[in-house]
């Protein structure tokens, strides 16, 4: 088994953790890149509202996968949420976190 193997398989089973403690998908693409397609029961807030809704996020007391359309912008995400104390892990692109689930 190679490391990208490794690496792969350690964040698909970190996901299946999340999301047996019913986890929160928080989809940080735009609304109207949302609206063209996106993972069933994921909740919409874009990257640029964030922070505007972290108080909330913190509330729910879960653990979030984020995922956007290639993983970048939901690696930002998962950042911020990190540095304020939210169990995260970024999901990468829709798609294929779809895939995953």
Not at 41 to 65: R, T
Not at 66 to 77: H, I
């Amino acid at each position: 088994m190679g490391l990208l193997n490794f690496l792969i398989g350690n964040k698909n089973d970190k996901i299946k953790g999340f999301q047996s403690r019913k986890a929160i998908i928080i989809d940080v693409r735009t609304t109207s890149e949302y609206s063209q397609g996106a993972i069933s029961g994921s909740k919409n807030i874009p990257l640029q509202i964030l922070h505007s809704k972290i108080e909330n996020l913190k509330k729910q007391n879960k653990p979030i996968i984020t995922c956007c359309a290639s993983g970048m912008r939901s690696g930002n995400a998962a950042s911020i949420l990190k540095k304020n104390g939210i169990e995260v892990i970024n999901g990468g692109g829709w798609k294929s976190l779809s895939s995953k689930l």
